[in-house]
């Protein structure tokens, strides 16, 4: 039985949820395709073909059941052996494989060509019979020593059909439904199916199930579908087992139940059934219905990966290099990525990208990089087009285009998906902070990379904001930062206050503002963290509460952020929302001035100054005023004159002292304006 996915829900996180599937034909596999191109080149490449051929076979394959039957018997990558041909040819027939019967049924006289056969079969189906009138029908579906052609298939399924067999009423009934080789037409596909399903069907059990989950030709009904799927499944159909663990997995006609679908996700897989091997995987990574294992998770993967499955081979690969399950091998990753990838699986062509970005596992490479990032970003991945963006916006790799970077993030921003973007994509990013203007910290794209697509629109929305590469508009640029606020992006939130704060982009408003502060604060995000407590200490848009600002100032300093860690020591020092404790003070006021925090260095300065929680010292004063005064800080400047001027840490020298006033009342600082005034300077 081939399967056709017809649905799909979106990829997050490397997982890719598909639900159903519509069996119609004969399994298709990647070990089958192996075997079946192999065949046609023998003798070139025995061995492998050998291999594909024995995998597929012992997977129930006909075709590869009668391929494998022939190499035996012509001795072609194995010796010689009569009887194990005969095994695997009265396998395939046994199955109703016409080739096979005919070649089990000829012994092992004269080899028999490709061409032979075909007449054979065709003159079999030409005289009404429906098994050769179904083989042929397989034969023009997948293009076997004939050029494909959907429509001839259809022809011969239907003059199966029309004598009333059940696998001709099930083939045609498959080829309606997903409309290949004429035109899509769900109720006749329906009507199929159950012609076939009356004569005990196993398949068209399965796929009337999918109509139902689906609500394709009838009124979706998930009661309806787990009824016939379940039918499917007691015949050993693996579609059908896999659909009923997925509708387990989520809660579809049935109550959640984890467990039952592990359950039912392992009697497919055990089958040989890749995207059931891939979902218990899963299960096992997650702990979801079952103990959490990585290694278990890993042989589960690995098996849905050698069938090419490109979801397991990109986790897989994903396994490889984070060390989950198995140990760190980044080259093995980058083997198990560039798998996926050749196949067109967007994920995995990001982590190739980023593995060539950074250099793990294959030879750094940014034209390499920047090829993959492209090509998954042109299949539609928000993570590609995200770094493809930010590479034209910083010129890494390409010449610089704002236009071109705000395209990729519009892309980006409008799809409609959640999920979370790898961070390892951000290996081709280093220096975005810098470059963009409204991140300044490596922390925050590390943050925003959590909420995925909001990133996209955070960044849009600045460039909007900045007017580069796109027409500058305050309004669409607020527009993308509450979208991007709205998907939990904290940087985001936080700037949505910082706007309403000041008024920029829209009406002051310092209870909105104190919203999104609060917003991003509970995620952790210490700039927000500070302008929360900052609102709480002046009562801006909350009621005034030194112990509230005292808790948000402390979450802020304890990430290291300066002002918080200045504003702090503030208030332990005047005893706002804490006991007053000046060496608890001080504490804060070092940690941010020796980080170079200009506000923090004065206060510092002005602790020896006093010789509150330190000893007094006007040498180690005049030191932090010196610091904060050459950083620009008016306040020390003024402090720097008087220690001048009166001669404490530093000799006395009026020109100095002057010099210090001066910059000071540049600055509009009053004291220091009345001192010139008073000199007549």
């Not at 395209?407 to 081709?428: C, H, P, S, T």
């Not at 990379?449 to 796109?470: D, P, T, W």
């Not at 848009?541 to 020591?569: C, F, H, I, M």
Request: hydrophobic content about 40%.
């Amino acid at each position: 039985m081939k399967i056709r996915l017809l649905a799909m829900t979106r990829v997050a996180a490397g997982m890719l949820t598909v639900f159903p599937l519509l069996v119609y034909g004969e399994n298709s596999s990647p070990v089958l395709e192996a075997c079946r191109a192999g065949f046609k080149q023998l003798p070139k490449n025995t061995a492998e073909t050998l291999k594909s051929c024995q995998q597929a076979a012992e997977q129930g394959h006909t075709e590869a059941q009668n391929n494998l039957g022939a190499m035996y018997a012509r001795g072609l990558g194995v010796a010689e052996d009569d009887a194990e041909a005969m095994k695997w040819y009265k396998k395939a027939a046994e199955q109703g494989d016409l080739a096979a019967r005919f070649m089990y049924g000829q012994g092992l006289g004269a080899s028999q060509n490709d061409a032979e056969v075909m007449e054979w079969i065709r003159k079999s189906a030409e005289r009404g019979h429906t098994g050769a009138q179904i083989s042929l029908g397989k034969i023009y579906y997948f293009g076997q020593g004939v050029a494909k052609s959907d429509p001839e298939a259809v022809k011969w399924y239907r003059k199966a059909a029309e004598q009333g067999d059940a696998e001709g009423q099930f083939h045609l009934g498959a080829m309606y439904f997903i409309g290949q080789g004429v035109t899509q037409n769900y109720a006749e596909a329906l009507r199929l199916f159950r012609l076939a399903a009356e004569q005990g069907n196993a398949f068209a059990y399965a796929n009337l199930g999918v109509a139902y989950a689906l609500g394709h030709g009838v009124v979706k009904d998930y009661a309806e579908a787990m009824k016939w799927y379940r039918k499917a499944a007691e015949q050993g159909v693996a579609t059908a087992q896999y659909n009923i663990g997925f509708m387990y997995a989520e809660g579809q006609g049935v109550k959640q139940d984890h467990a039952e679908a592990v359950k039912w996700y392992r009697l497919a897989a055990e089958q040989g059934f890749p995207l059931a091997q891939f979902s218990l995987g899963v299960a096992y990574a997650k702990g979801k219905g079952i103990g959490q294992d990585q290694a278990e998770a890993v042989k589960w993967y690995r098996l849905a990966a050698e069938q090419g499955y490109a979801v397991g081979q990109s986790l897989l690969g994903q396994m490889y290099l984070f060390g989950q399950g198995a140990i760190r091998d980044y080259a093995e990753a980058v083997k198990w990525f560039r798998l996926a990838a050749d196949q067109g699986y967007p994920p995995a062509q990001t982590r190739l990208a980023a593995a060539y970005a950074k250099g793990q596992g294959v030879t750094q490479d940014r034209a390499e990089a920047i090829r993959w990032y492209r090509l998954a970003a042109e299949r539609g991945d928000a993570e590609g087009q995200f770094v493809l963006g930010s590479l034209y916006l910083l010129g890494k790799g390409v010449k610089q285009d704002y236009a071109e970077a705000a395209k990729w993030y519009r892309l980006a921003a409008e799809q409609n998906v959640e999920g979370q973007f790898d961070i390892g994509v951000m290996a081709a990013l280093e220096g975005l902070d810098a470059q963009q203007g409204l991140l300044k910290d490596r922390y925050l794209i590390l943050l925003a990379a959590n909420r995925g697509i909001a990133l996209a629109q955070f960044y849009l929305g600045s460039m909007y904001a900045e007017g580069k590469g796109v027409p500058q508009d305050l309004t669409e640029a607020m527009k993308l930062f509450m979208k991007s606020g709205d998907h939990g992006h904290a940087p985001a939130q936080y700037l949505i206050g910082e706007n309403y704060a000041q008024g920029k982009f829209v009406a002051q408003n310092d209870v909105e503002a104190s919203k999104w502060f609060r917003k991003s604060a509970d995620q952790g995000f210490p700039i927000a963290q500070y302008s929360l407590g900052r609102a709480y200490a002046k009562g801006l848009g909350v009621a005034q509460n030194n112990v509230e600002a005292v808790k948000w100032y402390r979450l802020s300093a304890d990430q290291g952020y300066t002002p918080a860690q200045n504003n702090l020591g503030v208030m332990y020092y005047t005893g706002q929302g804490v006991v007053q404790d000046y060496g608890e003070a001080v504490k804060w006021f070092r940690k941010s001035a020796e980080k170079g925090f200009q506000i923090a260095q004065y206060s510092l300065g002005r602790a020896y100054a006093q010789g509150r929680g330190v000893a007094q010292d006007d040498a180690e004063a005049t030191k932090w005023f010196r610091k904060s005064a050459e950083d620009g800080y008016a306040d020390a400047q003024f402090s720097l004159g008087m220690a001048y001027a009166e001669g404490r840490g530093v000799e006395k020298n009026t020109k100095e002292a002057l010099k210090w006033f001066r910059k000071a009342a540049d600055q509009g600082h009053p004291d220091a304006q009345a001192i010139l005034k008073k000199f007549g300077k």
